[in-house]
């Protein structure tokens, strides 16, 4: 097998002002044959003024001297022999064209280029040409133009001949001017090229109406500003410039309630307002109208419309006003913890926070009877009432309502607690114990036993009975007023002790009572006299007895007590005449005092 070249004939451009040893080809063959059969190397067998040199291992073709350009061209026979007995060869004919050196640059007639066009150009239409010179010549002195910056859109092409021309519609409102980079470059093997900057203006035409930027605008304006007030601000926006971008702010309809700057947008009161007035004359705080941008543009004034609603929002003018200034309650005194007792309301004709209302006890509360729930106002039993305590409570209520600056009004509620017959009569002791002297008059006053009842009307109204031990009748006792009067004559010798059972009873429903035991001691009068038993005492003593000598004792008798049933003994008489007795005062015992003589006795 030969080696064998891809091709037998090959062509290459090179240019003169390549150096000795610039590679300008390399040569390649194969031989399939092995080992020494099949190891190619590389030899000129046609090499012009010796011009050239060829690696005989890899092929690799360099000068070895300047190429002319009159010339034109060379033609060299490369040739590639294998290593094997016979040695076989081929041939590769290669033709080297000699070109111009590419030393100067296209030039542009100016350093950069700046055009004004409508942006209302229509597509494909041409509006420049930028151009470019090369002193070179042939194809290095021939120029071709590109845009290879600032088109990224690619609104904008060029012609071969440097002719700009719109490829794509042209909006000045969303791009206004454009940076084109034009490239200049020749055609030589190695180009060579120039840039430009061509600065492209748009101009505007009035294509864009005016845009408000809401269809629908809403302003919350608040009661009671005075006149001349901002209420907001519309605004339309025109992408136009000039005339064509200048905007002007007009009611659709003349409004009474409002004024419109034409210039700014700016909605302004003019007078003051009443929320509550505009909400009983019109049944509602909103104004609505129309407003109306246009510009002032050429051939056509373009317009935008948007409605516009104007809502009169409350202040805190109006303070929360009870239905009543006085209010009037009952609770009974036994009501239960939690027992609902009156539901106060208070009305606010302001809105929002404003109108809502809490309440709260404010005075007469102090020992917290009472509650009332902040946003119902029902006023509620917490604590345990006692009409015999507290009769009735003034309480002093307060609505207020949730405005930012809280106005409030008072009112007064009275609780009136009904007694219930919660309390027993109660005598101030248990027993009672009276003195009585046993000569008082039948119908004397003996003694008051009064009970209290700290309930009030009829459960406080008391009747007194005796109940028990009234020793037939002996007493009687007033039943309205207590009073213990004697019924019957009292004998303290008989007897000296009564026991009686007062009972003291409302008239409430049901009744309640109370009984105290009343112990009445009947104090002694001296009404009797003493008294010695029936008969005369008789003795018989004898004479000469010793002086001091017990005779006999006397024993009287007195049914009186204490110092009234107390004794004291004397001899009223002797006979005969003589002290020849003596008795004991206290003991009754009966002595001699003197000599006893029977004969002088007699």
């Known amino acids: 097998n030969s080696p064998h070249f891809p091709h037998v004939v090959e062509s290459i451009n090179a240019v003169e002002n390549w150096g000795l040893g610039h590679t300008i080809f390399q040569a390649r063959a194969k031989d399939p044959d092995e080992d020494i059969n099949g190891m190619v190397s590389f030899s000129l067998r046609q090499n012009p003024k010796g011009l050239f040199h060829i690696d005989e291992k890899t092929g690799i073709i360099t000068l070895n001297g300047p190429l002319d350009i009159n010339a034109g061209s060379y033609q060299l026979e490369a040739v590639a022999s294998d290593m094997g007995v016979p040695r076989r060869s081929s041939s590769l004919i290669l033709t080297i064209y000699v070109h111009d050196v590419n030393d100067n640059s296209p030039v542009f007639d100016q350093l950069s280029y700046e055009i004004t066009i409508s942006e209302g150009e229509p597509v494909n239409s041409r509006f420049f040409r930028v151009q470019a010179s090369d002193k070179d010549s042939g194809v290095n002195g021939e120029i071709s133009y590109d845009i290879i910056e600032g088109n990224g859109e690619k609104k904008f092409g060029i012609f071969p001949d440097g002719q700009l021309y719109i490829k794509a519609e042209l909006d000045r409102e969303t791009q206004s001017h454009y940076v084109l980079m034009v490239v200049a470059a020749d055609r030589a093997v190695e180009p060579l090229s120039a840039t430009v900057n061509v600065t492209i203006i748009l101009e505007d035409i009035n294509d864009n109406r ?131 007792v009156l539901r106060v309301s208070a009305s606010d004709v302001d809105q929002g926070n404003n109108a809502l209302v809490h309440y709260y006890i404010i005075e007469g509360n102090e020992e917290n009877q009472f509650m009332i729930q902040s946003t119902m106002g029902q006023v509620t039993l917490i604590g345990k009432l006692d009409h015999e305590a507290t009769v009735s409570y003034s309480l002093t209520l307060l609505a207020v309502d949730l405005g930012s600056d809280p106005l409030s009004s008072t009112c007064t509620l009275i609780i009136s607690v009904l007694d219930e ?182």
Do not use: W
């Open 210 to 340: 005016p845009l408000f930027n809401s269809t629908n605008y809403v302003f919350h304006f608040e009661e009671e500003q005075k006149a001349g007030s901002t209420v907001g601000y519309i605004n339309a926006v025109d992408k136009d410039l000039g005339f064509n971008g200048e905007v002007k702010y007009t009611f659709e309809t003349a409004q009474l309630d409002f004024e419109l700057n034409e210039v700014t947008g700016e909605l302004i009161s003019r007078h003051q307002f009443d929320r509550e007035a505009l909400m009983r004359q019109r049944g509602a705080a909103v104004f609505s109208f129309t407003v109306t941008a246009s510009d002032q543009g050429l051939p056509k004034i373009l317009k935008d419309h948007a409605a516009v609603q104007v809502y009169i929002t409350d202040t805190n003018d109006n303070v929360p006003r009870f239905t009543k200034d006085l209010y009037l309650a009952t609770i009974s005194e036994s009501a239960v913890n939690l027992t609902q």
């Open 421 to 602: 017959n919660d309390n027993t009569p109660s005598f101030p002791k248990s027993v009672m114990h009276i003195d009585a002297l046993e000569n008082m008059r039948v119908g004397e006053l003996v003694e008051s036993a009064t009970a209290t009842d700290s309930d009030s009307g009829d459960n406080a109204e008391i009747h007194y009975s005796i109940t028990g031990s009234n020793n037939h009748g002996t007493f009687s006792i007033s039943h309205n007023t207590g009073s213990i009067f004697l019924a019957k004559k009292m004998d303290f010798e008989t007897q000296p002790i009564y026991r009686l059972n007062i009972t003291a009873k409302d008239k409430g429903r049901p009744t309640r009572s109370s009984t105290m035991s009343v112990v009445i001691h009947v104090r002694d009068f001296n009404d009797n006299a003493p008294s010695f038993p029936p008969g005369d005492i008789f003795k018989s003593i004898v004479e000469n007895i010793p002086i001091d000598t017990s005779v006999l004792t006397v024993i009287a008798q007195d049914p009186d007590a204490d110092i009234n049933g107390e004794l004291r003994y004397c001899i009223a008489q002797q006979v005969p005449r003589g002290n020849h007795f003596v008795i004991g005062a206290a003991d009754g015992i009966l002595r001699t005092n003197g000599e006893i003589d029977r004969e002088f006795s007699n």
